[in-house]
């Protein structure tokens, strides 16, 4: 997966609360047994209301999303961070978030930053006085950098800050292991009955 360390972006402002992932995807389109194409099909429902954020042209090629309160609640289809991912956002920020939703988002590179109501109340107003402004989040520094130069803190595990970081996915993890797999099961190989060969009609 790619690595995230800083990003700068337009930021849309969602102000919607207990945001679930049936909103964020529809089960219609979880069908599709690949990981990419689910970005055109994000908030689906949502996009056919007039004047819905996501259509306005202020936030054409936006990369970070700013909710709040319980994103990402509902059912606990990975697809809801693919849908976003492959839409284009790197990063969503929101109060609190679904523990499930933030898990599956860390294993793909999309990084939840859980900011106090304050700070993301604070960031909505920024982000409604001046349309399509960017913002700028970094996993090195834990901080978001508000349009208005405000910065705001933010704690993340420090396990799931170095993966992220060096964009290491599960695989990523296990490989670097990949000596002491290889040692292990040389150790445990030994002599023992075979499968016998496959044998044709003619050979029994």
Not at 152 to 174: H, K, M, Q
Request: glycine share 6%; hydrophobic share 40%; charged share 25%.
């Amino acid at each position: 997966m790619n690595s995230f360390t800083t990003v700068t972006a337009v930021a849309v402002p969602l102000d919607r609360a207990d945001v679930d992932t049936d909103q964020i995807i529809p089960k219609q389109f979880l069908k599709r047994i690949e990981r990419t194409g689910f970005g055109e099909f994000l908030f689906f429902d949502w996009r056919k209301e007039p004047g819905f954020i996501l259509e306005e042209p202020h936030y054409a090629g936006a990369g970070i999303l700013v909710a709040q309160r319980n994103f990402g609640c509902g059912s606990s289809r990975e697809h809801a961070p693919w849908a976003l991912e492959d839409y284009g956002f790197r990063a969503v920020i929101a109060p609190s978030f679904a523990d499930i939703f933030r898990t599956n988002c860390t294993k793909i590179g999309l990084l939840p930053v859980q900011l106090t109501q304050e700070q993301v109340s604070d960031l909505m107003r920024q982000l409604a006085e001046i349309p399509g402004a960017p913002v700028t989040v970094s996993l090195e520094e834990q901080v978001v950098t508000a349009p208005n130069g405000a910065r705001y803190p933010f704690e993340i595990a420090a396990d799931v800050r170095e993966r992220l970081l060096n964009g290491w996915d599960d695989i990523s993890l296990t490989l670097a292991h990949e000596d002491a797999i290889t040692a292990y099961e040389s150790d445990r190989e030994r002599d023992g009955p075979t499968t016998a060969p496959f044998l044709t009609a003619d050979q029994v």
